[in-house]
């Protein structure tokens, strides 16, 4: 099973994909994991990037799907992909239905994490100081919902088209939002 977990920054998409993991055994495919990675070991990918991410403004769509495609064999192998934080884009999303549809495969349900966008910041802030991230800063965190309002957001019509979108409340406990996507998902 193939599925995208779709929501603004902060809305929790990575603690339920790595829940997700454990409990499917699932592949979490988190482009910002991957682009961080990059940067921690120091590689030209990784410094090319690091100004764009601080500032909360996207990287170019031939990285992120150049990264993807890496690690989509091994996803294959286990039977589930986590996209997370991927696609953010409507030529990603063009890009990842294409890819799929050549390998047999394509995305079967979108999960949109509904979240009340004022409480975001108090959630990044909290994040900030557990984790340290360097775009954890009210500046790049407005700029970061900014772009997901302006470049993100257009995915939400382009998945309901096709019929694969399905809500969850976001704003509970981690446990109860990892139910309601778990019903998601084993719905027929
Ligand atoms: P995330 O951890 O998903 O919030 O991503 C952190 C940052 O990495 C984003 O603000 C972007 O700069 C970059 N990034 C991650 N995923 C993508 C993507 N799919 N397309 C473009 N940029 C991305």
Do not use: C, H
Not at 41 to 59: C, E, F, H, R
Not at 92 to 113: H, W, Y
Request: net charge negative.
């Amino acid at each position: 099973m193939n599925i995208v977990l779709f929501g603004p920054p902060g809305a929790g998409k990575g603690t339920q994909a790595k829940r997700l993991v454990q409990e499917r055994n699932w592949v979490q495919l988190s482009t910002g994991d991957m682009l961080r990675e990059a940067r921690q070991a120091g590689t030209p990918l990784g410094q090319k990037v690091a100004d764009i991410m601080d500032s909360g403004n996207l990287v170019s769509d031939e990285i992120v799907i150049a990264l993807i495609l890496e690690r989509l064999e091994e996803a294959e192998k286990a039977g589930g992909a986590i996209f997370d934080g991927f696609p953010r884009t409507v030529a990603q999303a063009e890009a990842l239905d294409d890819l799929l549809r050549s390998r047999g495969a394509q995305i079967d349900r979108v999960v949109r994490l509904v979240v009340d966008e004022n409480a975001l910041v108090q959630r990044m802030e909290k994040r900030a100081k557990e984790e340290g991230r360097a775009d954890d800063t009210v500046e790049a965190f407005k700029t970061r919902l900014e772009t997901y309002a302006n470049q993100t957001a257009p995915l939400i019509p382009y998945y309901e088209g096709q019929g694969k979108l399905a809500d969850v409340d976001g704003m509970g406990t981690v446990e109860s939002v990892a139910e309601a996507i778990s019903e998601v998902l084993d719905r027929e």
